[in-house]
């Protein structure tokens, strides 16, 4: 290798270009004088270079350029898409995993190009554009970009121009560094003369790149909360992992077969007396939990008398959601659709990956048939896990969001449970009772973290025999969701038309694990599999205010909540729920780590219970397969979507 430097005057006249415009960026977007400086000065040194090359050896160059390259392109990546204090956030591991992903495209672009050169310039260009293309979508909806997303790239484009695009001084820099690397491999004319040797060499570095990043990442999980994919697993690794978790595998019992025996089983809905069809009202409040589920509580005074007070015309009790201390909306697809996370990747999200206007099937298909208007209200961000595309999709015929609430009076920073229930009232005021309505309120109040201070709340709740400021913080957040529900219920108990209320915690919340080893004597970990389903109880009431049934539910789960609510209603079961219900009487509780096994007499992994539990599981999976999955032969019987891409408020 030899290498020679000659500054010409194109080389100063193209310095001088990058120089005016290292000097606007400084004055438009807010790079550093740092970065204006020594944009132009490395431009001109690499500029000014010519490498020759010992063609013996060009294949080693070539595998420094790729490493160097892919190195350099990860950085630059995580750089573009994370502010400063997270960027630390990233493991050396999962950053090595990263630069993997950055190899793989280096060596594709290297088997399909056999330019060393070129094909750096191109694939550092694939990765950044990539990475920009979240970066956009990141301000666009609040989460990043996943492979189920690339099905919806046309609806993201039509409502692009609604956006107001802004270049900050971070992507500036990621631009003028891709410049200067750009500069410096168009020097890399290298060129393998043994072309079919050096794409099987690339092939061969392609494929263990892959068995490592797939033997590494066996349990590693997709993460989908805003920016948490980039910070935790690196923003290359996390959307590979989306890839992976988008192939669901057909179920090994899963035959048309099997689904045609089931229609003609299910296939026509059990009718209820409908002479006065009450309205439904759903509320899916944010953390709410019985933190003595776990273990020995003692308060100061009780945390939530009113929910614990409730008997007449009540089912109640406590039901197992499959999340723990984030990940919402899996309990809310759980509930809306009747599916279950156990079925799907550990991580997953079906809001962000899944759901989409051909599968989107979901109890209100059967509230639509039966003439309601579907209502779903949350007070916050309407992009918050793509809620605001995933809505009309399932059918909400309304939706309304932080800015329709009022939030002159928030409890810490978030809208207060009493707030949102003053807008269910109102809407329901505002059908004076001409309109069926079903209304869905999911709460933001309760949500985490709670070890900072606040001059708008107070934490009066506390633990007598165990004590820390998160907990105390928490119970009293829940003592004030109890006041609201109370102020809820009270109100519709003196109206004159029939109303339901499913009340339910989407989640336990996610306290300092000290506090769990106190409570429970281990912690969070070292637990049996029935400990560890303690932790994912959450309360639920359904309440009517008119005659129904009282009793109380030792353990459900978040999927069969939707059956209860329709039974109390006296509303008709559509054949899924049908087919649910059955299955509740085998498998009376379910989440995504095991079920309760009533021939064991305890909870079970899936695969560990009787052959009769199994099999029923195994039809449950199949169906919920059919209905998410299986474009072409989708069940008409079970999954007749309205299609309702309804009007937003």
């Not at 061969?204 to 909360?225: G, P, R």
């Not at 308060?299 to 929910?307: K, Q």
Request: charged share 20%; net charge negative.
């Amino acid at each position: 290798m030899r290498v020679q430097i000659e500054v010409t005057k194109r080389n100063l006249a193209a310095t001088a270009a990058v120089a005016v415009l290292s000097a606007l960026a400084h004055k438009i977007c807010g790079i550093s004088v740092g970065n204006m400086v020594l944009f132009p000065v490395v431009f001109l040194a690499a500029s000014s270079l010519d490498i020759i090359w010992n063609e013996k050896y060009g294949w080693l160059f070539s595998a420094a350029a790729f490493v160097f390259g892919s190195v350099f392109s990860t950085w630059l990546v995580q750089y573009l898409l994370l502010a400063e204090d997270l960027r630390s956030r990233i493991s050396q591991q999962m950053f090595l995993l990263n630069i993997c992903c950055s190899l793989c495209i280096y060596l594709l672009a290297q088997i399909c190009i056999n330019h060393t050169g070129i094909a750096c310039m191109a694939s550092h260009t694939v990765i950044l554009a990539f990475a920009g293309v979240n970066y956009f979508v990141y301000q666009f909806r609040g989460n990043e970009l996943l492979f189920g997303d690339i099905k919806s790239a046309l609806t993201g484009l039509s409502v692009a121009s609604n956006y107001h695009f802004s270049v900050p001084a971070q992507a500036v820099n990621a631009i003028f560094a891709s410049v200067l690397f750009f500069t410096g491999v168009v020097k890399l004319r290298i060129r393998s003369k043994e072309t079919l040797v050096m794409r099987l060499f690339c092939l061969s570095a392609f494929a263990l790149s892959v068995m490592y990043i797939t033997d590494q990442t066996k349990n590693t999980l997709t993460e989908t909360w805003e920016q948490k994919g980039t910070y935790q697993n690196g923003f290359l690794l996390n959307f590979a992992l989306s890839v992976r978790d988008s192939f669901i595998q057909k179920p090994d019992a899963y035959s048309e077969t099997l689904i045609g025996r089931l229609e003609t089983e299910y296939g026509s809905s059990h009718a209820y007396e409908e002479e006065d069809s009450p309205t439904v009202i759903v509320i899916m409040n944010e953390s709410f939990a019985d933190l003595s589920v776990a273990g020995d509580l003692w308060t100061n005074e009780p945390v939530m008398p009113f929910v614990e007070s409730l008997k007449e015309n009540t089912v109640k009790g406590y039901a197992l959601a499959s999340v723990y201390g984030a990940k919402t909306p899996n309990s809310e697809w759980e509930f809306l659709t009747g599916n279950s996370m156990g079925f799907l990747p550990a991580g997953s999200v079906p809001y962000q990956q899944y759901v989409e206007e051909e599968n989107a099937y979901s109890v209100l298909d059967a509230f639509h048939k039966q003439g309601y208007t579907c209502v779903a209200m949350h007070p916050y961000y309407d992009t918050g896990w793509s809620r605001d595309a995933v809505y009309p999709q399932l059918g909400f015929d309304e939706t309304y969001f932080l800015d329709d609430f009022d939030q002159s009076s928030l409890m810490r920073s978030y809208v207060s449970d009493t707030v949102m229930y003053d807008k269910l009232i109102e809407r329901y005021e505002a059908a004076k009772g001409k309109e069926k309505l079903f209304l869905m309120g999911v709460t933001m109040q309760n949500h985490g973290g709670y070890l900072d201070t606040y001059e708008n709340f107070t934490s009066d709740v506390y633990g007598v025999n165990i004590r820390y400021p998160d907990v105390n913080q928490y119970l009293s957040l829940i003592r004030q969701s109890d006041l609201a529900i109370q102020k809820l219920i009270d109100y519709f108990s003196q109206v004159d038309k029939p109303v339901a209320v499913c009340f339910f915690g989407d989640h336990q919340p996610s306290l300092n694990q000290a506090f769990y080893r106190k409570l429970n004597g281990r912690g969070l970990s070292g637990l049996t599999l029935s400990q560890l389903m303690d932790l994912y109880k959450v309360p639920f009431f359904i309440w009517t205010n008119y005659e129904s049934e009282s009793r109380v539910v030792e353990c459900t789960s978040l999927n069969f909540l939707s059956i209860m609510l329709l039974e109390q209603a006296n509303l008709a079961l559509p054949p899924y729920h049908l087919f649910l219900d059955d299955l509740m009487e085998e498998v009376p509780a379910m989440n995504a780590r095991g079920y309760y096994s009533k021939s064991r007499g305890r909870f079970v992994h899936y695969g560990e219970g009787d052959v009769k539990e199994e099999a029923w599981i195994k039809q449950y999976e199949c169906l919920q397969y059919n209905g998410l999955f299986d474009d072409k032969k989708r069940s008409p019987v079970f999954f007749e979507h309205t299609g309702h891409s309804a009007g937003q408020k």
